[in-house]
């Protein structure tokens, strides 16, 4: 299955221009932000904004509104689809807590 899921830039990665830190299910994972800057714009205005991520890029940006219905959707479809709690909780990742 090929999902995506909301994750709330938190934290500008110093080594990599184009990488950010996005906390996602109480987990945090590096993300590449090249897809969503606006050209013009420094990285720092994506701090605290929500995007959705699928395999480690943040594919577009996201309002609260719309990430909080996503997140409560695959809530929702984890109570019957085992890997989507797997992807939400991360179980199986390496990723960076």
Same mark, same amino acid.
């Given at each position: 299955?090929?999902?995506?899921?909301?994750?709330?830039?938190?934290?500008?990665?110093?080594? @990599?221009?184009? +990488?950010? &830190?996005? /906390?996602?299910?109480?987990?945090?994972? /590096?993300?590449?932000? =090249?897809?969503?800057? @606006?050209?013009?714009?420094?990285?720092?205005?994506?701090? !605290?904004? &929500?995007? #959705?991520? +699928?395999? !480690?890029?943040?594919?577009?940006?996201?309002?609260?509104?719309?990430?909080?219905?996503? #997140? =409560? =959707? #695959? @809530?929702?479809?984890?109570?019957? /689809?085992?890997?989507?709690?797997?992807?939400?909780? !991360?179980?199986?990742?390496? /990723?960076?807590?």
């Amino acid at each position: 299955m090929c999902i995506g899921i909301p994750g709330r830039v938190v934290a500008l990665d110093p080594r @990599q221009p184009q +990488h950010v &830190w996005a /906390e996602v299910c109480g987990a945090r994972r /590096e993300i590449n932000i =090249a897809l969503v800057c @606006q050209a013009g714009q420094p990285r720092e205005a994506l701090l !605290g904004s &929500w995007v #959705l991520i +699928h395999v !480690g890029f943040a594919m577009s940006r996201l309002d609260e509104r719309e990430a909080a219905e996503m #997140l =409560a =959707a #695959l @809530q929702a479809m984890g109570e019957v /689809e085992s890997d989507v709690v797997l992807f939400m909780t !991360g179980e199986g990742n390496d /990723e960076i807590r």
